[in-house]
């Protein structure tokens, strides 16, 4: 269980997919089509799953766990709320060791990873295949591919998709007409408009752009961009040491230091100075488009997807179901069963419009009910635009500390004189460092 023990960083991770939906209504939730393939258990089954949703997104599972458990004889699944993503990463940590992991619980895939390599998950694919797997008109196939390949390790499929976001360009649409602008769509064009932008408007001084504090994190979305390769998955090798990382770093570095941009600072996340039109746009989850219309009042504003450098993409994030081995047979076929419930087209379109986050099956991205949806509510529209060049980030166990790692050293670019050739080289070498301690 050696390597169990890094999950212990999990709680210096940043959680990118905060965000609370405005919408009140709730959709419906049943699954008969999947109900109707299902062979119910002859005992009673309970299907222990541990979460960390909260507000919104706590209401709409429990009412979808309580419509599953009155459709589906003999299965109960049971919440139980672990806290912050943090407390449940040592909660499922503690429980590993102690052999009483829950039947299924929300994980990130560097948690998967070291799950995965320590023997405690259930490979999944066997039951997608099997007679009770998914239908017909609902596949596995239908699931996005960026999410299939953030659950497939290997020849193992180890989770399903549940809460998943992917980083959009907020702007505020008043300061852009107003200015004879439109969104960006390159880096070249990102940089023109946030140096068109910083100036006094409307008797408000207003940065153009601006980046979240935990730009390391979302590191890898830049050097992809630039055309570059963040890290060698198979290898556990750090790739970003390039001409594209280096051109990254510059072109947030001259942005940063020509006083076209800002960080977030003391406001913590940018959607507080956004809302408050102190900043004319930036780069931010799209499930966090409930916080800024929450904030934002008759401000207008909307997103747009992700200015391309080199290349376009968009990174996806947020976190899967998985299912523990300690669980008994009949308790994993129950499981199953409600995992595949809570992405049914339906049940993964109700989620996206309460809460924000995104549809993680293609017929759903692409039905009428969440194309309406979106036509009405332009900033969602943004996300739906990115599956085609969308990436996982890395997955290896040290992520997150190998991210935390790399800020320290971007943060001597940001705040102190440090060149980007400089900050790269830094950056290289402790998020080396990382990796190969949690090996």
């Known amino acids: 269980m050696k390597k169990l023990s890094l999950l212990l960083l999990v709680m210096m991770v940043s959680v990118f997919v905060a965000a609370c939906g405005n919408s009140t209504k709730e959709g419906d939730t049943s699954n008969s089509k999947a109900a109707e393939t299902e062979k119910a258990p002859a005992e009673p089954v309970e299907v222990v799953f541990w979460h960390a949703m909260s507000d919104t997104h706590e209401k709409w599972l429990e009412d979808a766990t309580a419509k599953f458990n009155a459709e589906h004889d003999n299965i109960t699944v049971k919440l139980v709320n672990q806290g912050s993503y943090g407390d449940l990463s040592q909660k499922l940590l503690a429980a590993a060791k102690a052999k009483a992991s829950p039947t299924i619980a929300q994980a990130y895939a560097e948690w998967m990873t070291d799950y995965n390599q320590n023997n405690l998950l259930v490979d999944l694919a066997p039951m997608i295949k099997g007679e009770n797997g998914f239908p017909a008109d609902q596949s596995y196939e239908d699931i996005s591919e960026v999410f299939r390949n953030d659950n497939t390790f290997g020849d193992k499929i180890l989770g399903l998709p549940f809460n998943k976001s992917s980083r959009v360009l907020f702007y505020n649409k008043k300061y852009f007409e107003d200015n004879g602008l439109t969104p960006p769509t390159t880096w070249e064009e990102l940089a023109a408009d946030a140096k068109a932008l910083t100036k006094e408007i409307d008797g408000k001084k207003v940065v153009g752009m601006g980046f979240e504090n935990?730009?390391?994190?979302?590191?890898?979305?830049?050097?992809?961009?630039?055309?570059?390769?963040?890290?060698?998955?198979?290898?556990?090798?750090?790739?970003?040491?390039?001409?594209?990382?280096?051109?990254?770093?510059?072109?947030?570095?001259?942005?940063?230091?020509?006083?076209?941009?800002?960080?977030?600072?003391?406001?913590?996340?940018?959607?507080?100075?956004?809302?408050?039109?102190?900043?004319?746009?930036?780069?931010?989850?799209?499930?966090?488009?409930?916080?800024?219309?929450?904030?934002?009042?008759?401000?207008?504003?909307?997103?747009?997807p992700l200015p391309k450098g080199a290349k376009q993409a968009a990174p996806f994030q947020g976190t899967n179901i998985t299912m523990f081995a300690n669980s008994t047979e009949a308790q994993q076929a129950a499981a199953f069963e409600y995992m595949k419930y809570l992405i049914t087209p339906e049940n993964t379109v109700d989620w996206a419009k309460t809460t924000g986050y995104l549809p993680v099956r293609t017929s759903a991205q692409q039905g009428s009910d969440w194309t309406s949806f979106i036509a009405e509510n332009?900033?969602?529209?943004?996300?739906?635009?990115?599956?085609?060049?969308?990436?996982?980030?890395?997955?290896?166990?040290?992520?997150?500390?190998?991210?935390?790692?790399?800020?320290?050293?971007?943060?001597?670019m940001l705040y102190e004189n440090a060149t980007p050739a400089e900050a790269l080289e830094a950056m290289t070498i402790k998020a080396q460092e990382a990796l190969d301690q949690a090996k």
């Open 378 to 412: 332009e900033p969602y529209q943004a996300g739906n635009t990115q599956y085609a060049y969308g990436f996982i980030d890395v997955r290896l166990p040290g992520s997150f500390a190998m991210k935390n790692a790399m800020q320290a050293e971007l943060d001597k």
């Open 214 to 304: 935990g730009m390391g994190s979302e590191f890898s979305m830049w050097v992809e961009q630039a055309g570059g390769e963040f890290v060698d998955e198979q290898q556990g090798k750090v790739l970003f040491n390039t001409d594209a990382g280096l051109d990254a770093l510059t072109f947030i570095n001259n942005m940063i230091k020509d006083g076209s941009a800002r960080m977030a600072g003391e406001d913590g996340y940018m959607s507080g100075p956004f809302t408050r039109g102190d900043v004319a746009m930036y780069i931010g989850s799209s499930a966090g488009i409930a916080y800024v219309a929450k904030d934002a009042g008759d401000m207008q504003w909307s997103t747009t």
